[in-house]
């Protein structure tokens, strides 16, 4: 057996529906008595709810949350959580209420406690994005682990299926990635490839029914494992993908994930037999086919033209996603990540993702 390290990430969970409501003992559980609510405005609704949840604890709230937490708006929340000598924040929202709440945790050192209404998973991870310009920086630093998650599949249930498929369809790409990241330990296989599973089984049921909760809490769950998985085992190819082309045109997250896994996936399969041999099992066929496919059957976009990215843009993006390559487990040359964003960007069946790739990678 190979020998492995595994820094285990502390954190409390809290999942089920309706548990919501125990917001205000969770943040006493804190110890913490002056909250920064931090929320996306997708809803008016949730945010007094919230807000009344709270009660005394919420001493301000932020609701200028953007995706890819662009500095100047995180800069706004800092001041914020400055004037008003927060010693908390709780998020409501996807992954970019959590990146504003954990970019407030990075400069305040508070705890957090995080209430995902996506897929995201971010809220299990110790990693933050910034954006500034064209470019997004992630770093990775214990203060912006959330302390407390409340996981409430209820809160999931108005999350448009247009949105609900490619968020699942990020988490799924935790789970694929976290099977073959630099940092993945036997553990966090396990998890990753329960994950795997129960997303795969359980997104398009939630996508052809969006009001069975039954169906959106075993998505939250597997939204959870995969989470848990990209916390411990990190990313590879398909994240800093993700990253360098969300920050250069400002992509949508979840649909760039949808788009981009597949592809992700085949072109490092020469190189990672084992890791994708497991995922195919759990997913029951070839794994890279098996997402092209379950993209179509929940109708999420198949290519970053689709999303918007401009056709000029593959250049922009090569040499970018060459430099960020040579930190993964398996480092692409010029031609070979061409060839990959070509393929993403054009949504082409999958085994023109292989063309023109080395055969010369070894296998682990
Ligand atoms: P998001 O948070 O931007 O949400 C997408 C859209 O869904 C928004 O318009 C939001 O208002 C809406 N929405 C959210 N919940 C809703 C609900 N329940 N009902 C109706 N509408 C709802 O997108 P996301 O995909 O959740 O997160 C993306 C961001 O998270 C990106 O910036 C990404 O880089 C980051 N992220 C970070 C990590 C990490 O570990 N640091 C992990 C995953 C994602």
Known sequence: MKPFEYDALPGRIVFGLGKRTELANEVRRLGATRVLLIADPHDDERLQEFRELLGD??????TDVAQHVPRAKASQAIALAREFEIDAT?????????GFSKAVALEMATPQLCVPTTYAGSELTPIWGM?????KQTGRDLRSLPATVIYDAELTIGLPVEIAGPSAMNALAHAAEGLYAKG????????????ARVLYEHTPLMCADPSDIEQRSFVLYGAYLAGATLAVAGTDLHHRTNHILGGLFNLDHGKMNAVVLPYALAVNK????GPYGRLSDALGGDAASAIFDLARRIN???SLAEIGMPAD?????VPLVVEASQKDVWPLNEIQVRNFLRAAYEGSELYEAFLGLSNSRTES
Do not use: H, Y
């Not at 604890?57 to 932020?62: I, K, M, P, R, S």
């Not at 954006?131 to 470019?135: A, C, I, P, Q």
């Not at 020469?270 to 037999?273: G, T, V, Y």
């Open 270 to 273: 020469p190189a990672i037999a």
């Open 313 to 317: 843009g593959i250049e922009q993006a």
């Open 300 to 302: 999420a976009p198949r």
């Open 184 to 195: 993945a330990n036997p553990v966090t296989s396990l998890i990753a490839l329960e994950a």
């Open 131 to 135: 954006t500034e310009g064209d470019t």
């Open 57 to 62: 604890l919420c001493v301000a709230t932020f």
């Open 90 to 98: 709780v998020s409501l929202g996807g992954g970019s209420a959590t």
